[in-house]
């Protein structure tokens, strides 16, 4: 059990879930696995304290959900960098459980951050677990948390709003509407992030088409526009292997042209989004494109030129 | 069984009582020496057989070279100090070095001595009109060039890469237009003049500054940790072989007046910057380690060079304190370790093969038995490190607590620690071409400076994790080039640092 611990520190502690979890998985038969991860939540080394933590999420069902509600509550009070670490792996744990109890305890969470008017960061995090855990019983204290809480810290919590009230047909209307502000929209892309349904895919159209109508903006200046188009490129990306064939080819193609408009954005984030989309969606006559709009920083310019590769071994094929 | 003769063991004693911290510089060198010339020996004599018998202490005088000061009061050298090996479990050897003066004849370089590597570099690339052009706009750049390797230098590359293991530093697009590469141009200025001409002589050969760049950023690299492990025999073997020649920490600091000179290049913004670096490494660079630079950067493009036997090469150094091991004894070694006590740990040498013969058959190797230490258990390991592979490491953890506090002091706000990277608007960021899986990555520090620019430090918690930590850093970079991004090591030293365009760094407050 000592390798088993070793093993899932080190792996959580360089962000190899794939690994946590198959780690976990390996031991979840044997009975100690659980004894092992609850004592390790008592460590004073937070790196150890936020692998039990993920390995409980990974165990699930309603006694992690309970001990990890315990854990959350102890490192809160900590009150340190360590414990809001902790804090922030519980969220994420929680979200993950499918047991009851890990819904109500993220409602708890919600009610503290609204009570204490926590920052942003810790909103964002609960929003996405909640969007994860999904339920309209979830509505009303969203709804409440809201009225409660400055419009400056609701963060993602405004985004999980609009997804938990509409339909996917809704959703669709509310993304094309030029009079729904792209900051909102950025909002309910990024909760998208933690889970996109399957449900929902058909709804990116509408969200790509906002895009292509701010992207003149998005290319000149570094703004609302760059970032929701640099937003909704990681979303697409994040999901790549379920996204990509699932877009019709019309859809397929106006990201293609988006992604070629920005890959001159002068928001690096965007441009890079954009480069790394178009290798997805791209043709062979893009790689000049990319290579004319290659960043000079060796890091970003490596993206571009895999990019441009790709693209032309496309070609070859 | 103890196989320490009793003089061996009395120059042990010897190496005890006049262990001094080695210098950094040649300045400073040159002062130690000025102080333990008459106890160590220099010069090519030490496998002559003039050698006397005990140490005599130099007078005070004003004479203007050493070694004619040397002469001039009749000063005699003592035996060279010894290197001693320890048997560990598993078959590993600790090989401990006394503190090393290198010989003063090795403080010179003739352009004799290098014509025929300098012919060979030539004919594999001829000077040419210089493509040299000074691109500094980008500070805080991460290997930042200009252009495309020609295909000569790109066969170059691939030999180096073949020889040594990959590039621990990234590598320019094109290593003859890159800022370190014209740095070890003009460096030669400053150097002394007992090298300056041959320095003059193989730097203006292309090629041969090639390999030295390929040297800087594939061999010295690996200094970069503090606890430096070569895992690729080649590298391994040739770390064992150059210490026995010239001195482990001699070695490190030679490589440490590469990375340095690594580091201020790339960290320079006008040509004022660039040409203080070159000074620095210029007069830093004593002949001896001219000399190594020569056989390291040779060693790495064999094929490319195949005029120059290795034995030739290693002539060059031959004269040094040890001979070379025979090749049997070090072409086995699998790994070598540089640990932080100063002693070099190598595993995998044959089954069977004696110690002794490690050292090669002229060394002053001595063997220190069990109760010479180290044998129960193994190597004491560094305790500056946690457990491997897991960041439960006091030092890691000060160096992130004292950078937040230090951040917070600064007026930074969204102090994280260890969490997962956000850019600065608090939301979560994804490399957007993952490495094996891992979309997100989890900054030791990260804050949002007063000017709303987040900042993101990662630290090198464990030496044997350069790799996966290299990684991180570019992966952080991929997921928020808005942000800035920085890799270092527990003692301070920078690795990487990324500034986004635009950005100024440091900026007030920090």
């Not at chain 2, 052009?133 to 930042?144: A, H, I, K, N, V």
């Not at chain 2, 994804?430 to 000017?451: L, W």
Request: include cysteine; proline fraction near 7%.
């Amino acid at each position: 059990m000592e390798q088993f611990q070793e093993e899932l520190v080190d792996a959580c502690a360089w962000g190899e879930e794939d690994r946590a979890r198959e780690l976990v998985s390996r031991f979840r038969a044997e009975p100690m696995t659980r004894v092992v991860l609850e004592a390790m939540l008592q460590e004073p080394d937070a790196t150890t304290r936020q692998a039990a933590v993920f390995g409980l999420g990974e165990l699930g069902g309603a006694a992690s959900a309970l001990r990890l509600e315990q854990q959350l509550v102890l490192e809160e009070a900590q009150g340190d960098y360590d414990g809001d670490s902790v804090v922030e792996e519980v969220i994420r744990a929680l979200g993950r459980i499918e047991a009851e109890g890990a819904r109500a305890a993220l409602v708890r969470k919600l009610e503290r951050l609204v009570t204490a008017g926590s920052k942003p960061g810790n909103m964002n995090s609960v929003a996405h677990a909640l969007w994860k855990r999904r339920h309209p019983d979830l509505l009303p204290v969203i709804r409440q948390s809201l009225s409660q809480l400055d419009p400056k810290v609701s963060g993602s919590l405004q985004g999980l709003l609009v997804l938990l009230e509409k339909t996917p047909d809704e959703l669709q209307a509310w993304a094309r509407d030029p009079s729904v502000t792209l900051e909102y929209k950025t909002r309910v892309v990024t909760v998208l992030d933690a889970d996109l349904p399957e449900a929902l895919l058909t709804t990116l159209s509408s969200f790509i088409s906002a895009a292509s109508a701010s992207s003149e903006e998005a290319v000149s200046q570094t703004g609302e526009a760059s970032y929701y188009c640099n937003r909704l490129f990681t979303l697409l990306l994040l999901y790549k292997e379920q996204v990509i064939p699932a877009l019709s080819e019309e859809t397929r193609s106006e990201l293609r042209t988006l992604a070629r408009r920005l890959v001159a954005s002068v928001d690096p984030n965007c441009s890079l989004g954009a480069a790394v989309v178009l290798e997805s969606v791209g043709l062979p006559e893009d790689a000049p494109l990319l290579e004319t709009h290659r960043p000079a920083e060796p890091i970003l310019a490596k993206v571009f030129d895999d990019a441009a590769r790709a693209l032309r071994s496309r070609q070859k094929e | 069984m103890r196989i320490v003769p009793s003089l061996l063991r009395v120059t042990l004693a010897l190496s005890l009582i006049l262990a001094a911290a080695c210098a950094t510089s040649r300045e400073q060198l040159r002062a130690d020496r000025g102080q333990q010339q008459a106890q160590f020996p220099a010069g090519g004599s030490q496998h002559s057989e003039s050698r006397t018998s005990g140490p005599q202490r130099a007078k005070s005088t004003a004479v203007a070279h050493p070694q004619e000061r040397a002469l001039a009061e009749g000063i005699t050298w003592a035996e060279p100090l010894p290197v001693h090996i320890d048997s560990l479990p598993g078959g590993r050897l600790r090989l401990s070095f006394p503190p090393q003066v290198s010989s003063l004849d090795q403080e010179r370089l003739s352009v004799e001595e290098i014509r025929p590597l300098l012919a060979a570099f030539m004919s594999f690339r001829p000077r040419a009109t210089p493509r040299l052009r000074l691109m500094l706009e980008t500070p805080g750049g991460t290997g930042s060039s200009q252009g495309t390797a020609a295909p000569w230098e790109l066969r170059l590359r691939e030999e180096f890469v073949s020889q040594y293991g990959p590039a621990l530093l990234p590598m320019p697009e094109s290593l003859e237009t890159s800022r370190l590469y014209l740095a070890l141009k003009l460096s030669t200025r400053y150097m002394d003049d007992g090298i300056r001409e041959a320095a003059q002589e193989l730097f203006s050969a292309p090629a041969f500054l090639a390999s030295v760049s390929l040297s800087v950023l594939v061999y010295f690299a690996a200094w970069l940790a503090p606890e430096p492990l070569f895992s690729k025999a080649f590298a391994a073997a040739l770390t064992v072989r150059l210490s026995l020649l010239v001195g482990l920490v001699e070695l490190g600091q030679l490589a440490r007046a590469c990375l340095r000179l690594y580091q201020e290049a790339e960290a320079a913004t006008t040509p004022q910057q660039l040409e203080a670096a070159s000074e620095r490494f210029g007069k830093a660079l004593g002949g001896t380690s001219l000399r190594v630079l020569v056989v390291v950067a040779s060693l790495g493009v064999p094929q490319v060079l195949p005029k120059v036997p290795e034995g030739g090469l290693w002539t060059l150094l031959s004269p040094m304190r040890h001979a070379p091991a025979s090749g049997l004894a070090l072409e086995s070694i699998a790994t070598a370790h540089v640990v932080a006590d100063g002693s070099l740990i190598i595993a995998g040498v044959a089954a069977g093969t004696s110690a002794a013969s490690v050292c090669g058959e002229l060394a002053t190797c001595s063997m220190m038995d069990d109760a010479g230490g180290a044998s129960n258990g193994g190597p004491k390991l560094s305790t500056r490190y946690g457990k491997p592979h897991t960041r439960q490491n006091p030092p890691h953890n000060e160096a992130i607590e004292a950078e937040l506090a230090k951040r917070e002091a600064a007026g930074h706000t969204d102090l994280r620690k260890n969490q997962p990277q956000q850019n600065a608007n608090k939301v979560d960021v994804y490399d957007r071409k993952p490495i094996k899986g891992v979309s997100f990555r989890k900054p030791d520090v990260s804050s949002v400076r007063p000017d709303g620019i987040r900042h993101n430090t990662n630290y090198v918690s464990n030496p044997r994790d350069m790799q996966r930590e290299l990684d991180a850093f570019e992966a952080m970079g991929r997921a928020d080039p808005s942000a800035i991004h920085e890799l270092y090591l527990l003692d301070g030293t920078l690795v990487r640092r990324y500034v986004p365009p635009g950005v100024g760094f440091p900026s007030m407050g920090r």
